[in-house]
């Protein structure tokens, strides 16, 4: 079993390393392939240890090495693989190979293939450690390799110039990348402080040694703890205020964005907070997991309402991702982890298969998102229309798909902790869920037919692309059905994970799940009346809407990236430019200037002691003799 | 009486024209001659004082000076003929070769 742990570590750090050999040369089509049959290897692994936990129930625990051995302060490479890890990691993997397999198709004419393999694998080799580490450490180590694989991904295009907030609210790749990756240095400050805070106090860094302690901590410390990791939590899943990174990463290859940007990284912050539940499960700190419950509901509803108006085909999926980490966080704050948990595993393969379906429409449209300029292409992307509606629909929440079982679970959730603000905002978001992923479907691949006037001439993806996307797409429709089997498979874990509603709300499930699939088929009708038909009622643009005002500011994402660049970004600039110009020019470059120039002067002005006459140099020692006494004098009288 | 002041005295005066007679002189024999004058003022102090305190360390030091500077002087004697069979001259204005 150790060596199945280790197969599934370190099979796609292998692929990334064979994959970096050859970074510089030209597209080598082996590459591809050899990496993303490591990562299927890490995948069958990852199984095969779910399957073997699944029938015997022993928690994995190994350890590789000693890491940091210092005074008291011990830390091991070490792996757990409970059920949630295990969870993660199949999860993880199996989209990791699909979009390994997908990128072989997409990255088809990128002349930097090799190069992408290798930063694809070592993302997966850095979301395994995160997701596999038995201490903190070892996932604070995986954190920030995946933010720098993310970082070198969304930048992957970097050669691409900045471009007018107006014409691209992204800017450029680069500038892009440097957004998240800033932003979540902001963040890692307060998990890193969260990290100090329960090593401090219980001297570990080990999970369980850590949760051990948790009772005998006083209650400060507890809510210190869990809010500086939950500021970690929110910047890696990109909850508000620091949100605008996700939607600007969409600069990145469209893989890039389907498996870092919408299934795995973005959760790492969900999944921080179900591994530390004993923490969050305490009752000291029942006050920060409702305020995540209440920020998660605020995200979902805010993220879902600016994708209403989004065109960018991918920066609605990226909204929708937002939102949907928004309905985790409302899970995992009113204690129902394993419902998160299980959000988590289903959104991961329908969101992934809509971003790859969005890649598809990318690529037929010749990296065109405008959903504006498409329209009926259902009738030259057959294969990818098919996929995109499941995907939707169960994105929308829509039984049987795995949204509706896992996405209902959680509104249930909340009407059973009768937080009923909650209940209704997060069920007035699933209408508005469904309308978006639809309004989205209907813009692009049913209506009017308005790409061929501007010159398009879409076709449909590489075959073995569209074959290899087929398991997100099972999965899509039957995880849902399996939410039992998981729930009896996760409550091995422990008290703190299990979660069951009251008699009350089991009595009313029905009703609450015909009312949230209602509310969905009324946003699907909606988008359709507004967008789906064709001839006369066929959908135009509308000047008057346009300038309204909640569409200007939803287009403009409430004006925060403006409130950022303004009130923010260009402060800092000032205070830099003179900090710059007045303290390190002025004070410190002058000081090491000044100190190089003295010696140089002097030893410029000195030079003539040197005129190779011993007399003169018997002169200077008589008088450097005379000195020296003088000094030991003077010393002798002061002392 | 002539007392530990009068041989420190003179020492210091023998010291003086010693150290002048290396600071002024050109002729690099007349230096070796100086450096002589340095240390035998030098000895004469050691002797004297330490026929004040009844020590002999300081005259076994005086011994030992003695023998050094002769040994110094026989390398030092050779070195200026070897110096002065090459440049013909044992003044220091002309040998000055390291000028920086």
Avoid at chain 1, 210 to 227: C, E, K, M, N, T
Avoid at chain 1, 424 to 439: D, E, K, P
Avoid at chain 1, 495 to 503: A, G, H, L, R
Avoid at chain 2, 68 to 80: H, W
Wanted: proline share 2%; aromatic share 14%; hydrophobic share 55%.
């Amino acid at each position: 079993m150790e060596t199945l742990v280790y197969i599934a570590l370190f099979a796609p750090f292998v692929g990334s390393l064979f994959a970096a050999l050859f970074g510089m040369s030209e597209r080598r089509i082996f590459v591809g392939v050899i990496g993303s049959s490591l990562i299927g290897l890490s995948f069958i692994a990852s199984a095969i240890l779910a399957y073997n936990l699944y029938l015997t129930g022993t928690v994995i625990q190994v350890t590789m090495m000693d890491w940091i051995h210092a005074g008291d302060f011990n830390v091991e490479f070490g792996f757990v693989i409970d059920q949630i890890s295990v969870t993660m990691m199949t999860v993880v993997t199996l989209v990791s190979t699909v979009v390994h397999i997908y990128a072989i198709g997409y990255m088809d004419h990128d002349k930097s293939f090799n190069r992408f393999f290798s930063y694809l694998s070592a993302f997966v080799f850095s979301m395994m450690i995160l997701v596999m580490s038995d201490n903190f450490l070892g996932l604070f180590i995986g954190w920030e390799g995946v933010g720098v694989c993310s970082w070198l991904l969304v930048g992957f295009w970097y050669h691409k110039p900045d471009q007018d907030r107006k014409d691209n609210p992204s800017i450029s790749p680069s500038w892009a990348a440097n957004e998240a990756f800033i932003m979540n240095r902001i963040a890692d400050l307060g998990m890193l402080i969260g990290i100090f805070i329960l090593y401090w106090n219980t001297g570990s860094l080990k999970y369980d040694e850590v949760f051990a302690q948790l009772p005998y901590l006083s209650d400060s410390v507890l809510v210190g703890a869990a809010i500086a990791l939950f500021i970690g939590a929110m910047g890696k899943s990109a909850q508000f205020p620091l949100h605008t990174w996700l939607t600007d990463a969409m600069e990145g290859p469209t893989p890039v964005s389907a498996l870092i940007h919408a299934a795995t990284m973005v959760t790492a912050g969900v999944f921080l907070v179900i591994r530390s539940n004993p923490l969050y499960s305490m009752d000291a700190v029942s006050g920060v997991s409702f305020f995540i419950a209440s920020l998660g509901t605020f995200v979902a509803f805010y993220a879902a309402s600016m994708a209403l108006v989004e065109r960018d085909l991918k920066r609605i999926i990226a909204y929708s991702t937002l939102s949907q980490l928004g309905y985790m966080f409302a899970a995992v704050g009113l204690g129902a982890y394993w419902i998160a948990l299980f959000h988590l595993a289903a959104h991961a393969f329908f969101k992934a298969l809509l971003f790859l379906g969005g890649g598809n429409v990318m690529h037929a449209m010749h990296d065109e998102l405008d959903l504006f300029k498409m329209g009926a292409l259902r009738k030259k992307m057959r294969g990818t229309w098919i996929y995109m509606t499941v995907a939707s629909i169960a994105l929308a929440g829509l039984p049987p798909l795995a949204g509706f079982w896992s996405k209902d679970a959680i509104i249930e959730t909340a009407f059973n902790e009768h937080t009923y603000i909650l209940w209704i905002v997060l069920v007035i978001t699933a209408g508005m869920t469904a309308f978006y992923s639809f309004r989205q479907v209907f813009l692009s691949f049913h209506g009017e037919d308005r790409h061929t006037a501007l010159g398009f001439d879409p076709h449909e993806m590489y075959k073995f692309v569209l074959v290899a996307m087929s398991p997100l797409a099972v999965l899509a429709v039957i995880t849902g059905w399996f939410m039992g089997t998981y729930k009896a498979f996760i409550y091995n874990i422990g008290t703190t994970v299990q979660y069951d509603m009251s008699e009350h709300t089991h009595h009313l499930a029905t009703y609450l799940g015909l009312l949230v699939i209602f509310v969905a088929l009324s946003g699907i009708a909606y988008a359709y009346i507004k967008y789906g038909q064709t001839g006369d009622k066929a959908w135009k643009r509308s000047e008057k809407v346009e300038n309204g005002f909640f569409y200007k500011l939803l287009i403009n994402q409430y004006y925060i990236p403006k409130f950022y660049e303004e009130f923010i970004t260009k402060p800092y600039m000032m205070i830099s430019e003179v900090l710059w110009k007045k303290v390190d020019l002025k004070i410190v470059d002058a000081t090491v200037d000044n100190i190089a120039k003295f010696l140089y002067v002097s030893g410029d002005k000195t030079r003539s002691m040197q005129t190779g006459n011993l007399s003169n140099y018997l002169n200077w020692m008589a008088v450097g003799a005379v000195l020296l006494l003088l000094i030991a004098a003077i010393s002798a009288m002061i002392a | 009486m002539i007392g530990l002041s009068h041989y420190l005295i003179v020492s210091a005066i023998i010291f003086s024209i010693g150290l002048v007679g290396v600071l002024r002189r050109r002729n690099l024999l007349m230096l070796f001659f100086a450096t002589e004058v340095m240390l035998n003022a030098v000895n004469i102090a050691f002797a004297a004082i330490s026929h004040y305190y009844n020590d002999l360390t300081g005259q076994m030091f005086a011994f030992f000076i003695i023998a050094i500077a002769a040994s110094e002087v026989a390398v030092g004697l050779g070195i200026l003929i070897v110096l002065y069979k090459k440049h013909g001259s044992l003044d220091l204005d002309d040998l000055a070769s390291m000028r920086g």
